[in-house]
């Protein structure tokens, strides 16, 4: 039996991995559920799967939940970390999004617990101090990204002194194809309805900005040890190949399957053996051919602006991430549009004096000045606009 903690519960992923632990109740346990405020739904997620504690980072919304059920109900942001480092948990699934995922990710690592990690922005803004605390600590970082954990599949038996190069694949997102100036007056209701994938609204405007693949390059640079040119990106509009893996000799070993987030999840949570029945075949005679292109920078420089954050290091892939946030979340409230993501992104670079990146406090530092940077850019954005409507 393996006792599982679940960050960021009431998510799309956290749904997700609850699915996944339903179906196999003689494996797997949840003893600790945590969310950011949706306490309706966990209070759902109390009643079926019976944990020994909850927590919400919302103190408002833990105190809506504590008077609901018999279950200890921890509060803010220390109820979070409890909840990362329960003892009773062996496994944490870390899926909470954003920069926020960082520190319980970081606290649960260093309680010992093995990592199935949907936080890439936990690797993205401080992966040298995350891999080398799972180092220290012994722990395994299993990736649920399904990219990551199609590479992770393809390279089972041949890691170590793999010397080859990964290639991850991008859908392309609803936007695929459009020119910059199309883009101009795309809404956020748009951005996130993503063609293949059903997911959280955050990631799902990253993805058709191609900051996603762009986060998943750091993300897998951490993973697997590799340097940024080792790592090519290619748009696959079927999202049927999740990523693969050209060997030395020429040999590409892909990972397919339909595109469901519960298999990487019941991979990570099931590794090294396979759980049949979690999600439906792929019928391969349904396509009519499976496609892939290069990505389109010019349209979507998001993925080179990742690729530049890489290579300086540092402090500069925090702000690349602190930056994407802000505008992100700009542009889903309908203060700025979406070609304005990418510009806040690179004038937030700009502005950044890159330090060396040598503890949790240095990464905290660049994220809130970056964040600033990024809204007084969006103010200004914001003016302008209204000035003109
Ligand atoms: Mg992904």
């Known amino acids: 039996m393996k006792n599982i903690a679940i960050l960021g519960s009431t998510g799309s992923i956290g749904k997700s991995a609850l699915q996944v632990v339903e179906k196999y109740p003689e494996r797997f346990r949840v003893v600790a559920l945590a969310a950011c405020k949706n306490h ?38 220390e109820g979070l970390m409890k909840a990362a480092t329960y003892e009773g948990a062996s496994f944490v699934v870390s899926a909470i999004v954003g920069f926020a995922g960082l520190a319980p990710t970081l606290a649960a690592i ?4 093995d990592i199935g990690l949907a936080n890439k922005e936990a690797l993205v803004t401080a992966g040298d101090l995350v891999m080398s605390e799972a180092g220290r600590y012994g722990v395994k970082v299993l990736p649920v990204d399904s990219e990551h954990s199609a590479v992770f599949q393809c390279l089972n038996g041949n890691g170590g002194d793999f010397r080859g190069d990964i290639i991850l694949t991008a859908s392309g997102g609803p936007f695929l194809g459009k020119r910059a100036e199309e883009l101009e007056g795309v809404t956020a209701g748009e951005a996130i ?34 340097p940024p040119e080792r790592i090519k990106v290619l748009v696959h509009p079927q999202s049927i190949v999740h990523s693969m893996v050209e060997f030395p000799d020429g040999s590409i070993i892909a990972q397919m399957s339909v595109p469901d987030m519960k298999a990487p999840i019941a991979y990570a949570l099931s590794w090294p053996e ?115 409507f």
């Open 274 to 388: 396979r759980l049949p029945g979690v999600i439906p075949r792929l019928d391969l005679t349904r396509f009519d051919g499976l496609s892939f292109s290069k990505p389109d920078t010019g349209a979507f420089p998001c993925l080179l602006y990742a690729y530049r954050a890489l290579r300086e290091g540092g402090t500069m892939p925090a702000v690349l991430n602190a930056a994407n946030e802000a505008a992100v979340g700009a542009f889903l409230a309908g203060e700025i549009g979406f070609n304005d993501i990418p510009a806040i992104i690179k004038e937030t670079m700009a502005l950044h004096a890159r330090r060396d990146l040598i503890e949790e406090k240095s990464v905290i530092e660049a994220d809130s000045g970056a964040r600033k940077s990024s809204s007084e850019l969006i103010g200004k954005i914001r003016d302008k606009r209204r000035k003109i």
């Open 40 to 77: 309706e739904l966990l209070l759902e997620q109390i009643k079926r799967f019976k944990p020994e504690v909850a927590a919400l980072s919302d103190p408002e919304a833990a105190r809506a939940l504590s008077g609901k059920t018999v279950v200890p109900v921890l509060s803010g942001e």
């Open 110 to 113: 260093r309680a010992g617990k």
């Open 193 to 226: 309805n993503h063609p293949n994938w059903r997911m959280g609204r955050k990631i799902s405007v990253d993805s058709a900005t191609l900051m996603n693949k762009g986060l998943e390059v750091i993300e897998a640079h951490h993973l697997f040890n590799l």
